[in-house]
């Protein structure tokens, strides 16, 4: 499985930018590189998820480099709502292997 | 709607006692999970079924049992060997060949009184 490490917190203001950045070195060729939030008492909701280069929602952009070693998921002009728990995952496309999460980044975001 | 309903929301269990969570899907969904989330800590792995009537131990199994009858279903017991249960439990489930998009419920609080 691929082991994944972000940093545990971080904290922003209103309207800053936002870039979590996480290292998955051993990643195999079938994995892709999902994000997800979660709110306390929740559970995680699906962010944005990508394979290579770059992917942008309407929510988030995830930037990966080419060697797919590590990605940054980027939240643009955060909000006093954007304070969650953000967990980085890597998982092969079949969705046959178990999806283990890691610890996840806190983020606070100050008014 | 199309979810994952979990019930309870919360549930206490006394010393001894085995309690089952429920996790029911609508989705159509091969694959589902177990999570346990202790109070300001990441999600751990209890158990995983791929496909109906196989389950597979996660990374913290021990003092806990599931059981997948039905694709809809997989109901967790935290049994009496489970010295510590007091956590958030949250079930999932996926599609394959999705790559690693999972869904989940909105969680059980499980306290021991």
């Known amino acids: 499985l691929a082991k994944t490490t972000q940093p545990i917190s971080m904290d922003s203001y209103e309207g800053q930018e936002v870039n979590i950045t996480c290292s998955h070195n051993?990643?195999?060729?079938?994995?892709?590189i999902t994000w997800y939030q979660q709110f306390p008492s929740q559970g995680p909701r699906f962010i944005i998820q990508?394979?290579?280069t770059k992917v942008t929602n309407e929510v988030a952009s995830l930037f990966i480099p080419a060697d797919r070693k590590s990605s940054t998921l980027s939240l643009p002009r955060v909000s006093l709502s954007d304070t969650a728990v953000y967990y980085c995952?890597?998982?092969?496309?079949?969705?046959?292997?178990?999806?283990?999460f890691g610890s996840g980044t806190r983020l606070q975001v100050q008014p | 709607d199309g979810g994952i309903t979990q019930s309870p929301k919360y549930l206490f269990r006394k010393e001894g006692q085995n309690v089952t969570l429920s996790c029911e899907q609508n989705?159509?969904?091969?694959?589902m999970y177990w999570y346990r989330q202790d109070p300001g800590q990441g999600l751990r792995l209890i158990y995983y079924?791929?496909?109906?009537?196989?389950?597979q131990k996660g990374d913290i199994a021990e003092g806990y049992s599931v059981s997948r009858e039905k694709k809809e279903s997989f109901p967790l017991t935290v049994t009496s060997a489970q010295k510590n249960p007091t956590a958030f439990y949250l079930c999932?489930?996926?599609?394959?060949?999705?790559?690693?998009?999972?869904?989940f419920g909105e969680g059980s609080w499980l306290t021991v009184v």
């Open positions: 079924s791929q496909i109906v009537n196989d389950f």
């Open positions: 990508g394979y290579k």
């Open positions: 995952l890597v998982g092969e496309a079949t969705g046959r292997r178990a999806l283990t």
């Open positions: 999932a489930s996926s599609v394959p060949y999705s790559g690693n998009t999972i869904y």
């Open positions: 051993n990643i195999a060729t079938n994995d892709y």
């Open positions: 989705l159509n969904h091969d694959a």
